[in-house]
C-alpha cells in the first residue's frame, strides 16, 4: 500500500506519469492504471491519506474485491511466525515470496499490507542506525580496495580483458592514487602500493584493506591471519594493517564509495593502448582531475591538504623494489629434499618427515623450524636443486650428490690416466647418466689393481675408446694370458690313480716261467 499511495500522493500534485514511474520505481503503466482508477474521486493530497480510499482504489486496479484493512491485517497476525521464520532464514526469502506463499495458503491480504506489517511488526527493510566514523589525522591511514573498471583490450593476449584498478585513499586529505591492473594477486597489490607510495612521496602509518584473497590467507571476525609475505611487505614499508571486518565495507568508507567515481571520471569513454599507458593516464587523472577538484564532503582539495598537512607526517617513501617473497609450508622428504617453486633444497637427516616453513625471494630460500633458522640455500631455478652434502649420513653422499668433480678427484688418486677417463667419460650434458661405470672403473681399480687400470686407461685414450665394459674385457684378456704364460713355465706330473699297479703286473706268462726258471 506504500508504493500506491506515493503513486497517489505524486498524482494529487499534479506530477506527470513519467515522472512518477522513475521516482517510485512503479511501472509507468501500472501508474496510469492507478491514475484512471482515481479519477472519480477527490484526489488530493489529504484524502490520499485515508486508507479507505486507497484500498479502493488498489482494489478496483487489481479487479477483486479485498477484504477490509482489518481482517487483512488479522489474517497478517495470525501468520506472524511463519512470516518472520521466512524474513529471518538463511537464506532469507524475498518479500514478494513470502506473499506469493501466503496467497497459495489462502491469505487474501495486499502485498502492500504485507509489507507495511512487515515493517511495523518484524522490523523487516529497517537499516541499522550508524555513527559517523571520524577522520584520523595527517598521515596515520589509508583505506585500500580494489574495483572493477569494465573490458579493456590487451594487446600482448589479443583479447579483451577484465581491468581492474586499486584504489589507495588517504584518509585526511582525501588524496587518492588508482593501479590499473589485469589481475588480484599479491604481486599486483605489493607493486599498486610502492606505485602509491612514491606518488604520494611517502607511506601512510596505518592501512586498511578488505578480506581480499592476495593478502589474507584466513577471513575471520576476530582473528584473521594475514599472508605472511604481505607482513614483511609491511614491516619492510613500516606500516601497521588493520583489516576491516568481514562484509563490512562502511569500515572502510572514505575508498568504498569511489569505485563508481573513478569508473565514470577515469575510465569511461577512453581507450588505453597497454596497462602502462592506463597507469600513465591514471596517475595524471588522480594528481589534476581527482586531486585538483572540491571534495564533496571536506570542501577542500585533496591535493592541496596533502601538499600543505599531510605530506609532512607520512613515513618515508621506499627507495628501493620490494622483494615479494614466497612463503610455503614443505615436508623433508625420505631423500632430504624439500621442494619449493619446484626447485629442491636439502636439509639433514634428523629434519625428515618434519614439516617446515619456508621462505624463498630473489636470492635466499631460508628454512625455518618452530620460528628457528636451521637451513639456508641460495634460490635456484625451477627443475634445479641446491644440497649440501654435510646433510647426506656418511657413505651416502657421492652417488646422490653426482658431483663430477668428485669422481675425477678419486679417479686421480688411482692414477692419473684412470683420473683422466672418468673426466673424459663423464664430458656429457647430462653427467649422470654415466656416474654407475665411473664407479665400475673405480671397482676394477681395486680388483685388477691401479697401475694395470691406468695402463690400460691410457692405452684406451690413445684410440679415444671410452667404454668401462671394453676396459674391464681388457684387463680380464691380460689377467688370462699372464695365467697361461704362468702356467706353460711349469712341468705338469700325471695324476697317480687310486688303484694303480706297479709294472711287475704286466709281465707275461712266459716271462714269469723264465723268471721262476
Known amino acids: 500500500m506504500m508504493e500506491v499511495k506515493e503513486v497517489l500522493r505524486r498524482l494529487a500534485a499534479g506530477q506527470g506519469l513519467r515522472d512518477i514511474a522513475r521516482q517510485t520505481g512503479v511501472d509507468r503503466k501500472t501508474v496510469r492504471r492507478y491514475a484512471d482508477a482515481a479519477k472519480g474521486g477527490e484526489l488530493t493530497l489529504e484524502t490520499v491519506q485515508d486508507d479507505a480510499l486507497v484500498h479502493a482504489i488498489i482494489a478496483s486496479v487489481q479487479g477483486r474485491e479485498l477484504p477490509p484493512l482489518s481482517e487483512q491485517r488479522a489474517q497478517l497476525v495470525a501468520q506472524r511466525a511463519r512470516i518472520e521464520g521466512w524474513l529471518q532464514g538463511r537464506p532469507p526469502l524475498k518479500l514478494t515470496k513470502v506473499h506469493v506463499l501466503l496467497t497459495r495458503d489462502g491469505v487474501s491480504a495486499s502485498y502492500a499490507t504485507l509489507r507495511r506489517f512487515a515493517m511495523d511488526e518484524l522490523g523487516w527493510g529497517k537499516r541499522a542506525p550508524t555513527v559517523r566514523v571520524d577522520d584520523c589525522g595527517p598521515g596515520e591511514e589509508a583505506q585500500i580496495d580494489f574495483g572493477c573498471m569494465g573490458l579493456m583490450h590487451d594487446l600482448e593476449t589479443a583479447r579483451d580483458r577484465k581491468l581492474w584498478v586499486l584504489i589507495v585513499t588517504l584518509v585526511h586529505s582525501r588524496y587518492q592514487f588508482v593501479y590499473p591492473t589485469f589481475e588480484q594477486t599479491l604481486l599486483v597489490v605489493c607493486e599498486g602500493l610502492d606505485a602509491a607510495w612514491r606518488f604520494f612521496e611517502g607511506v601512510a602509518k596505518r592501512i586498511v584493506p578488505d578480506n581480499m584473497k592476495a593478502i589474507v590467507v584466513k577471513a575471520h571476525p576476530t582473528n584473521p591471519r594475514l599472508n605472511d609475505a604481505f607482513l614483511d611487505y609491511a614491516q619492510a614499508r613500516g606500516f601497521f594493517v588493520d583489516l576491516a571486518r568481514v562484509r563490512r565495507p562502511k569500515d572502510k568508507p572514505r575508498v568504498e564509495n569511489q569505485v563508481p567515481y573513478v569508473r565514470e571520471s577515469w575510465f569511461q569513454g577512453e581507450t588505453f593502448l597497454t596497462i602502462d599507458d592506463a597507469r600513465r593516464h591514471a596517475e595524471h587523472w588522480c594528481r589534476e582531475t581527482a586531486g585538483g577538484r572540491i571534495h564533496g564532503t571536506t570542501r ?218
Not at 631460508?366 to 646433510?391: M, W
Not at 686407461?457 to 691380460?478: H, P, Q, Y
Not at 694370458?481 to 706268462?509: N, W
Request: net charge positive; hydrophobic share 35%.
Open 300 to 517: 577542500k582539495v585533496p591535493r592541496e591538504v596533502y601538499e600543505q598537512v599531510e605530506r609532512a607526517h607520512m613515513l618515508a617513501a621506499p627507495t628501493v623494489v620490494f622483494d615479494v617473497p614466497l612463503w610455503q609450508d614443505a615436508i623433508v622428504h625420505e631423500d632430504h629434499h624439500i621442494q619449493v617453486a619446484h626447485a629442491l633444497y636439502s636439509l639433514p637427516t634428523r629434519y625428515i618427515g618434519r614439516t617446515v616453513r619456508v621462505r624463498a625471494d630473489r636470492c635466499l630460500v631460508r628454512v625455518f623450524l618452530n620460528s628457528e633458522l636451521i637451513k639456508t640455500h641460495p634460490r635456484k631455478a625451477p627443475g634445479e636443486r641446491s644440497t649440501d652434502v654435510n646433510d647426506y649420513p656418511p657413505g651416502r653422499s657421492e652417488y646422490a650428490v653426482r658431483r663430477v668433480e668428485d669422481f675425477v678427484a678419486k679417479g686421480q688418486q688411482q692414477g692419473h690416466h684412470v683420473g683422466l677417463y672418468i673426466a673424459r667419460m663423464l664430458d656429457r650434458a647430462l653427467p649422470w647418466t654415466k656416474m654407475r661405470q665411473a664407479h665400475q672403473l673405480l671397482r676394477l681399480c681395486r680388483k685388477y689393481g691401479a697401475e694395470r687400470v691406468d695402463a690400460v686407461c691410457k692405452r684406451s685414450l690413445e684410440f679415444d675408446v671410452v667404454d668401462v665394459t671394453r676396459i674391464e674385457r681388457m684387463l680380464k684378456n691380460a689377467q688370462k694370458i699372464e695365467q697361461q704364460a704362468s702356467d706353460s713355465g711349469k712341468l705338469r706330473a700325471l695324476p697317480t690313480g687310486r688303484f694303480a699297479r706297479g709294472t711287475d703286473s704286466f709281465a707275461t706268462r712266459g716271462s714269469s716261467k723264465k723268471g721262476g726258471a
